[in-house]
């Protein structure tokens, strides 16, 4: 099982599946930040995912083990990264 590496607390496997960019199942989320039909935003084990199409509806949603299935028209996936916590300074020059 991987660590994230500040706070020493076991993190999820993320995992995705898409089939046919109709159907999305996803594993390792930790939160729903928002939705509509067009933006789906989650948090998952390795970062903020954005998800946009059409008619995208949240199907089935289990935070507790952070199992999530959605469908509508997938048109693209993105990843923010999370910033670590620290200076500037600190990020840059470790």
Excluded: C
């Excluded at 046919?20 to 970062?47: C, H, Q, W």
């Excluded at 008619?55 to 089935?60: A, D, T, V």
């Excluded at 507790?64 to 600190?90: H, P």
């Amino acid at each position: 099982m991987s660590y994230d590496e500040n706070n020493k607390i076991p993190a999820r496997i993320h995992s995705l599946n898409m089939e046919a960019r109709e159907r999305l199942s996803l594993t390792g989320v930790d939160d729903v930040k928002g939705f509509d039909e067009n933006l789906v935003i989650l948090t998952t084990s390795l970062g903020d995912l954005n998800i946009r199409g059409q008619e995208l509806h949240i199907e089935k949603i289990d935070l507790e083990s952070g199992a999530l299935e959605l469908r509508g028209k997938i048109q693209e996936l993105s990843y923010d990264e999370s910033l670590k916590s620290g200076s500037v300074w600190k990020r840059l020059f470790g």
